[in-house]
């Protein structure tokens, strides 16, 4: 119980950092969140929260000077991306990027072949990743609760699977890459409802700073 506790403090803490801090810009809140939190404690916040892309951005925060100027990267990016792919949706949280990609957007119904059409708007993200090239890339498959766990589960990793394997053909380099699936363990949306379930059914790209742009944000933060 005490740990539940504790883990449910922490998620409040940070909500009320992302919520409250509504004047501050997202790199300031950036580096307000990795202060408080800490990887550590970013983890426990994305397993409370059900929510792994949180978890793992978090997670991943640095925070101080350092981070505000990774942050800084990542809005610029993010930008980028959101002008570049307008079939993806794109998110800034703490000091990484989430960009979601509906599986319908990417594969037909039930498969995990990429389509033409997936192809055409993977090869805008790629375009963006490539001129960012001092990030990592966690490529999370999910699907949603129809069907068996343990065939969601293959699927969403074959899924994962066929977009890291794009972006390996697309020059970007294996180092930067993590594949990963979920199948129907992590929800964002009401697998109630047939529209909950069509966003369920979804790619996620967790982008983070890897360690050379961490340690060029900190010499710029020491000067």
């Known amino acids: 119980m005490k740990k539940i506790n504790i883990a449910a403090m922490i998620v409040v803490v940070v909500s009320l950092l992302l919520s409250g801090c509504a004047s501050m810009n997202k790199t300031t809140k950036g580096a307000a969140v990795g202060t408080a939190a800490g990887g550590a404690m970013g983890a426990v916040i994305g397993k409370a929260a059900g929510n792994t892309a949180l978890g793992a951005i978090i997670g991943a925060t640095v925070g101080g000077a350092t981070g505000a100027i990774i942050g800084r990267e990542m809005d610029k990016q993010a930008a980028e991306i959101e002008q570049t792919v307008p079939d993806a949706k794109v998110e800034r949280v703490g000091e990484g990027i989430v960009v ?117 944000a900190a010499a710029k933060a020491e000067k």
């Open 100 to 216: 979601e990609f509906s599986s319908a957007v990417l594969f037909g119904f039930d498969q995990s072949d990429l389509s033409a059409d997936a192809k055409v708007n993977l090869d805008k993200l790629v375009k963006v990743l490539n001129a960012y090239p001092d990030t990592n890339i966690e490529v999370q498959g999910h699907t949603d609760s129809k069907g068996t766990e343990t065939y969601n589960q293959a699927l969403s990793e074959r899924r994962a699977g066929s977009v890291s394997a794009y972006l390996l053909a697309s020059q970007i380099k294996g180092e930067r890459i993590t594949t990963k699936g979920f199948g129907e363990t992590m929800p964002e949306y009401d697998n109630e409802t047939e529209d909950g379930r069509a966003q369920n059914r979804r790619v996620e790209f967790l982008i983070t700073a890897n360690e050379k742009m961490i340690a060029e």
